[in-house]
């Protein structure tokens, strides 16, 4: 499973479950849209931080690297590089 | 895995717990009824580097690590009968944390210093009047205005409101209907024209800390005084809150330690029907609860602490160490009056100013029933 898949399915599993059949693509607005709420980011950071072990900066943290599938795959993949 | 402190921690802690009993508790009985926060006092804790310890050394500050920092914290309200100062200086660590965190250098060399020194005080304004722990229903907002952002709003409850100079608010940025992406942060200073604060609202306990309303009005700020980014203001605040809970946390076990050994020295010396009170059952036990409480009280600090050390989040640890810590403040001082019996219901014997005190403690910083929402939420339900 690659990074947005990994990413997709915890979103879907754990951030939106329980509220029906969401279809969500690598562009899908997560913030505006609710699915990312305040908690819910705390939620997804605490995954990305563990699954992928990464260490998000002060200064990573900010609503466009979160706010789709794509965003988080961008800044996973800065993380990597750096 | 060490429990143990290093003999450094200890020697800092000894030292801080001597300080605190010689130096911040004469008068506390007056300030206490009059509403008072000393001064005198505050410059002292900040000469002993209270207000840096976490701080790098670059800006005044003691480079301690947060394990230390808490380490501290406990000493001081242990040995400090003015919890009410201790949780002044909690927030002005908070606030100082943000920018150093989030801020830019040179918002960092400029504000850290006088923070460090205790020569500012810092307040955090988040709380309004319909907005408490529902941070995304705040009203207070920083429209662009040529040069920066033109700020109008009111805020509630503020620690150190009535004494800041410098102000860390919290303020809609954006249109978007999710607050979440419209906060930002500005360093508000107290010259700056269109800001007042009102005066210290009278509270049933912690009377030493002053907190009141702030205004904003058309208050214009330059772009340069927003701390991070703009839309970055709810990870600022998620950020600085796991820290305010661990560091409030350990200021709530120094006082239930503080207060435990009281009462078992007590327990050990009253004498009724021709034993110590300690040696009936209905006594030891609470004394045991509290003992309970106190040790993994202990734990649960150490731990978040140990994890934001390491980089690692501490969201539901945090919680779990305001909530528990919170809540066993409120037991262990309503049990020690109750052990004390009349004489603890005295003022003389300062255990109401402790009950009294505690009340606040399961409200600030997200009151207990946030912190099982923000668990239950990161729990996999």
Same mark, same amino acid.
């Given at each position: 499973m690659n990074t947005s898949e990994e990413v997709r399915q915890f979103i879907l599993s754990e951030l939106i479950n329980g509220t029906g059949s969401v279809d969500i693509d690598d562009e899908t607005?997560?913030?505006?849209?609710?699915?990312?709420?305040?908690?819910?980011?705390?939620?997804?950071?605490?995954f990305i931080e563990t699954k992928f072990a990464a260490k998000i900066d002060e200064s990573e943290l900010m609503p466009e690297n979160f706010h789709s599938i794509d965003a988080i795959r961008a800044l996973l993949n800065r993380l990597n590089n750096n | 895995m060490d429990f143990k402190t290093t003999n450094e921690q200890d020697l800092l802690a000894n030292n801080i717990i001597k300080f605190a009993r010689n130096e911040l508790n004469e008068g506390i009985e007056q300030r206490d009824a009059n509403s008072e926060f000393n001064r005198r006092e505050w410059h002292k804790c900040a000469e002993i580097g209270i207000c840096g310890l976490t701080f790098p050394e670059e800006y005044g500050g003691g480079n301690a690590d947060l394990s230390t920092t808490v380490n501290c914290i406990r000493a001081l309200s242990y040995g400090c009968q003015d919890t009410g100062l201790v949780l002044a200086l909690i927030t002005q660590i908070c606030c100082g944390l943000q920018l150093h965190l989030f801020g830019k250098d040179n918002q960092k060399e400029k504000y850290l210093p006088p923070i460090i020194s205790g020569e500012k005080i810092?307040?955090?304004?988040?709380?309004?009047?319909?907005?408490?722990?529902?941070?995304?229903?705040?009203? &207070? &907002?920083?429209?662009?205005?040529?040069?920066?952002?033109?700020?109008?709003?009111?805020?509630?409850?503020?620690?150190?409101?009535?004494?800041?100079?410098?102000?860390l608010v919290i303020a809609k940025t954006g249109q978007s209907q999710m607050a979440f992406r419209n906060l930002s942060c500005f360093i508000v200073t107290k010259e700056t024209s269109g800001f007042s604060s009102e005066t210290n609202l009278e509270k049933m306990g912690l009377r030493t800390m002053q907190n009141s309303g702030l205004i904003f009005e058309n208050c214009d700020i330059p772009a340069e005084q927003i701390v991070g980014n703009e839309g970055q203001g709810m990870f600022i605040f998620n950020e600085m809150i796991e820290w305010e809970r661990i560091l409030m946390a350990a200021c709530y076990l120094g006082v239930m330690q503080r207060i435990y050994e009281t009462t078992v020295n007590y327990a050990k010396t009253?004498?009724?029907?021709?034993?110590?009170?300690?040696?009936?059952?209905?006594?030891?036990?609470?004394?045991?609860?509290?003992?309970?409480?106190?040790?993994?009280?202990?734990?649960i600090i150490d731990k978040a602490a140990w994890q934001k050390d390491q980089k690692i989040r501490s969201t539901v640890e945090s919680s779990i160490a305001k909530v528990f810590l919170s809540e066993s403040l409120k037991k262990i001082c309503a049990d020690a009056l109750q052990i004390h019996g009349a004489y603890g219901y005295m003022k003389e014997a300062g255990i109401e100013r402790d009950v009294r005190n505690s009340f606040a403690a399961t409200i600030s910083s997200g009151a207990s029933e946030i912190q099982r929402n923000i668990i239950a939420k990161l729990s996999n339900l």
């Amino acid at each position: 499973m690659n990074t947005s898949e990994e990413v997709r399915q915890f979103i879907l599993s754990e951030l939106i479950n329980g509220t029906g059949s969401v279809d969500i693509d690598d562009e899908t607005e997560l913030i505006e849209s609710g699915i990312i709420d305040s908690l819910g980011i705390m939620k997804l950071l605490t995954f990305i931080e563990t699954k992928f072990a990464a260490k998000i900066d002060e200064s990573e943290l900010m609503p466009e690297n979160f706010h789709s599938i794509d965003a988080i795959r961008a800044l996973l993949n800065r993380l990597n590089n750096n | 895995m060490d429990f143990k402190t290093t003999n450094e921690q200890d020697l800092l802690a000894n030292n801080i717990i001597k300080f605190a009993r010689n130096e911040l508790n004469e008068g506390i009985e007056q300030r206490d009824a009059n509403s008072e926060f000393n001064r005198r006092e505050w410059h002292k804790c900040a000469e002993i580097g209270i207000c840096g310890l976490t701080f790098p050394e670059e800006y005044g500050g003691g480079n301690a690590d947060l394990s230390t920092t808490v380490n501290c914290i406990r000493a001081l309200s242990y040995g400090c009968q003015d919890t009410g100062l201790v949780l002044a200086l909690i927030t002005q660590i908070c606030c100082g944390l943000q920018l150093h965190l989030f801020g830019k250098d040179n918002q960092k060399e400029k504000y850290l210093p006088p923070i460090i020194s205790g020569e500012k005080i810092a307040a955090q304004a988040i709380s309004e009047s319909d907005a408490g722990s529902d941070v995304g229903s705040m009203r &207070t &907002t920083a429209i662009p205005h040529p040069n920066g952002y033109r700020l109008n709003g009111t805020k509630m409850y503020i620690t150190n409101g009535p004494i800041a100079d410098i102000v860390l608010v919290i303020a809609k940025t954006g249109q978007s209907q999710m607050a979440f992406r419209n906060l930002s942060c500005f360093i508000v200073t107290k010259e700056t024209s269109g800001f007042s604060s009102e005066t210290n609202l009278e509270k049933m306990g912690l009377r030493t800390m002053q907190n009141s309303g702030l205004i904003f009005e058309n208050c214009d700020i330059p772009a340069e005084q927003i701390v991070g980014n703009e839309g970055q203001g709810m990870f600022i605040f998620n950020e600085m809150i796991e820290w305010e809970r661990i560091l409030m946390a350990a200021c709530y076990l120094g006082v239930m330690q503080r207060i435990y050994e009281t009462t078992v020295n007590y327990a050990k010396t009253r004498n009724q029907f021709g034993k110590p009170i300690g040696q009936f059952q209905a006594v030891s036990s609470k004394i045991a609860d509290m003992r309970i409480k106190i040790e993994l009280g202990k734990l649960i600090i150490d731990k978040a602490a140990w994890q934001k050390d390491q980089k690692i989040r501490s969201t539901v640890e945090s919680s779990i160490a305001k909530v528990f810590l919170s809540e066993s403040l409120k037991k262990i001082c309503a049990d020690a009056l109750q052990i004390h019996g009349a004489y603890g219901y005295m003022k003389e014997a300062g255990i109401e100013r402790d009950v009294r005190n505690s009340f606040a403690a399961t409200i600030s910083s997200g009151a207990s029933e946030i912190q099982r929402n923000i668990i239950a939420k990161l729990s996999n339900l």
